[in-house]
C-alpha cells in the first residue's frame, strides 16, 4: 500500500502540484493536508481518494506557485496618500513650515512600511471555472500511485511467492526424516524399558508404541501445511485485494507449522520448523503491504 504520485497543471494565476503518499494501513485513513480545497469539494475528493487507493495511510497534498504578476503586492495609493497627508499636517502643528528631509525617498520608504500599504492581491486559487482543470491533475496523481503501487507489487508477489514456495520445499524436507524419526521413537521407547530391566508384553508394546507414534504423526500438518500454501497463492494470484484473506491464511499456516515443532521430537525437523518459521513472519510483514 505504499506509494507516491504527482500531478501538476497550470492555472490562469499560477500553477498548482498535487501529491498523493500512502503508507500501510487497515482502512481509507485519508489526511487532506491543503487549506486551498474548497469547503464544497472536499467530501468529492475524498470520496475520489478512497476509491482510488482503497486502503492506507493517505496524505493528499496541493501547492501553488503563482505566476510573477499575479503574486506582485500592489500599493494602496489612498492609504499611502492618506498617511502622507497626516505627516504633513503634523508638520504643521509642530510649527515647521515645510519636511525637513534630505531625501524624499526616505519619507515614500516610510510610508510605505506603514500598515496595510502594501497588500498582496488576494483570490481563491481553486474556482468553479478552474476546478475542472483542478480534479483532472487530482486523477492523474491518483494514476501515478497506483501505477507506483502495481510496480510495488510486482515485485511483493515475486518475493512472498517465493517465500511460500520455500515453505513447502521445507514441508518436503520434513517427510525424508519421517522414517528415522519413527525409529528413534521406538528405540528411545525400548531403551526406558531395559533400563528398568522390565519384560513388557509384546503384544501389548507393539499396540502401544503404535498408538505413540501415530499421535505423534506429522502427516496431517504436512497435508494442511500444503493446502494453506497453494490456496495463499491462489489468493494472491486471482484476487483484485488479497491483502486482509493473506494474513488470515498465514495464521493458519503458523498453526500447522508449530503443531510441526510440538510434535517433531527429531532435532533436523526443528532446525527445518525454524525455517518455515522465519520465511513465514517474512510473509507475514509483506502482506501488510497487500491491498
Known amino acids: 500500500m505504499t506509494g507516491y504520485g504527482k500531478a501538476e497543471a497550470i492555472l490562469e494565476t499560477g500553477k498548482i502540484t498535487v501529491e498523493v503518499r500512502s503508507l500501510n494501513g487497515k482502512t ?3 489526511s487532506l493536508k491543503t487549506s486551498m480545497l474548497p469547503k464544497d ?4 475528493v475524498r470520496q475520489k481518494i478512497a476509491a482510488a487507493l482503497t486502503r492506507g495511510n493517505i496524505d493528499f497534498f496541493i501547492t501553488f506557485e503563482p505566476n510573477a504578476a499575479d503574486n506582485a503586492k500592489k500599493i494602496n495609493i489612498a492609504l ?3 498617511y502622507y497627508k497626516q505627516i504633513t ?13 534630505n531625501n524624499p525617498n526616505d519619507l515614500i520608504a516610510t510610508i510605505l512600511r506603514m500598515p496595510e500599504v502594501m497588500d498582496a492581491k488576494k483570490q481563491d486559487v481553486i474556482t468553479d471555472e478552474n476546478w475542472p482543470v483542478v480534479e483532472a491533475c487530482i486523477d492523474e496523481a491518483l494514476a501515478n500511485i497506483n501505477a507506483f503501487r502495481a510496480q510495488e507489487g510486482e515485485v511483493l508477489y515475486k518475493d512472498v511467492t517465493s517465500k511460500v514456495e520455500n515453505i513447502m520445499k521445507y514441508s518436503r524436507q520434513v517427510e525424508t526424516f519421517e ?3 519413527v525409529e528413534a521413537i521406538r528405540e528411545k521407547i525400548l531403551s526406558r524399558f531395559a533400563e528398568l530391566k522390565a519384560e513388557p508384553d509384546q503384544s501389548r508394546l507393539e499396540q502401544e508404541m503404535i498408538y505413540y507414534i501415530e499421535k505423534l504423526d506429522l502427516n496431517e500438518e504436512r497435508v494442511r501445511l ?5 490456496y495463499f497463492i491462489d489468493t494472491i494470484t486471482d484476487e483484485d ?3 486482509k ?7 493458519e499456516m503458523g498453526r500447522e507449522i508449530n503443531t510441526t515443532g510440538s510434535k517433531a521430537n527429531h532435532t533436523e525437523i526443528q532446525k527445518i520448523v525454524v525455517k518455515m518459521k522465519d520465511e513465514l513472519e517474512k510473509i507475514k510483514e509483506q502482506s501488510l503491504n497487500i491491498l
Open 28 to 30: 481509507a485513513d485519508i
Open 41 to 44: 469539494k472536499e467530501m468529492a
Open 80 to 82: 499611502a496618500m492618506e
Open 89 to 101: 499636517d503634523l508638520a504643521k502643528e509642530v510649527g515647521t513650515s515645510s519636511l525637513q528631509i
Open 179 to 181: 522414517q528415522e524419526r
Open 226 to 230: 500444503r493446502q494453506h500454501c497453494k
Open 241 to 243: 485485494c488479497p491483502g
Open 245 to 251: 484473506k493473506l494474513g488470515f491464511i498465514a495464521q
